[in-house]
């Protein structure tokens, strides 16, 4: 059986971008205390987090099993072949992910994966930050839309479009968390620096 290679290669990349998220997890408790909010204290992150683990379960899982699957379930079947469109979505991908890489290091360890009200962290402004407000967000979006390019069947599209609403949803509520840690400081960067593309 000929195994389609770009969707097996994307499914590669995303898991290790998801074994980076719990091992910058588990640095984050070493030196804070708690795991980077992975889960928040707060009941709407805790209701997003019980929605966002299964999504990110197929968000890598369908690209990594379809490609091995002779008869998939119409739900998992490629609704179009595009070779060309496949291998540029696959260097898009991981563009993306070295790119997210960048955007974790300079974070260090301001780095969160959700908000918790009590907490206080510094406001980075340089590197990525200095183009989007929300370069981690943006790069996973790029991520995602790469990964229905490469496996455009129904049920990735599902997943990515509650992906995508998700991270809709938690930019917002961190730029609510940032205003009122850091008041006009933040004001002033979100007047000059777009949220998810940069601002020209």
Request: hydrophobic share 55%; glycine share 6%; with cysteine.
């Given at each position: 059986?000929?195994?389609?290679?770009?969707?097996?290669?994307?499914?590669?990349?995303?898991?290790?971008?998801?074994?980076?998220?719990?091992?910058?997890?588990?640095?984050?408790?070493?030196?804070?205390?708690?795991?980077?909010?992975?889960?928040?204290?707060?009941?709407?992150?805790?209701?997003?987090?019980?929605?966002?683990?299964?999504?990110?379960?197929?968000?890598?899982?369908?690209?990594?099993?379809?490609?091995?699957?002779?008869?998939?379930?119409?739900?998992?079947?490629?609704?179009?072949?595009?070779?060309?469109?496949?291998?540029?979505?696959?260097?898009?991908?991981?563009?993306?992910?070295?790119?997210?890489?960048?955007?974790?290091?300079?974070?260090?360890?301001?780095?969160?994966?959700?908000?918790?009200?009590?907490?206080?962290?510094?406001?980075?402004?340089?590197?990525?930050?200095?183009?989007?407000?929300?370069?981690?967000?943006?790069?996973?979006?790029?991520?995602?839309?790469?990964?229905?390019?490469?496996?455009?069947?129904?049920?990735?599209?599902?997943?990515?479009?509650?992906?995508?609403?998700?991270?809709?949803?938690?930019?917002?509520?961190?730029?609510?968390?940032?205003?009122?840690?850091?008041?006009?400081?933040?004001?002033?960067?979100c007047a000059r620096v777009?949220?998810?593309?940069?601002?020209?």
């Amino acid at each position: 059986m000929r195994v389609n290679l770009p969707p097996v290669l994307v499914g590669i990349i995303l898991a290790a971008y998801w074994m980076r998220v719990l091992h910058l997890a588990r640095k984050i408790r070493r030196e804070v205390g708690h795991t980077a909010n992975v889960i928040p204290p707060e009941l709407f992150g805790f209701i997003t987090r019980a929605i966002w683990f299964p999504v990110v379960f197929l968000w890598i899982a369908i690209p990594l099993s379809v490609p091995f699957m002779k008869y998939p379930p119409g739900i998992l079947r490629p609704l179009i072949v595009s070779w060309p469109l496949a291998w540029a979505a696959l260097a898009v991908a991981m563009a993306a992910f070295i790119l997210t890489l960048i955007c974790w290091k300079k974070m260090g360890s301001s780095w969160r994966m959700g908000v918790d009200p009590s907490e206080r962290t510094s406001l980075i402004l340089t590197g990525p930050f200095a183009c989007v407000r929300h370069p981690i967000y943006a790069l996973s979006s790029a991520l995602m839309l790469a990964t229905v390019a490469v496996e455009p069947a129904a049920l990735m599209i599902v997943v990515a479009a509650i992906h995508l609403t998700l991270l809709q949803l938690e930019a917002r509520r961190e730029e609510k968390y940032l205003l009122g840690v850091h008041g006009p400081a933040y004001s002033e960067y979100c007047a000059r620096v777009g949220g998810f593309l940069p601002r020209f």
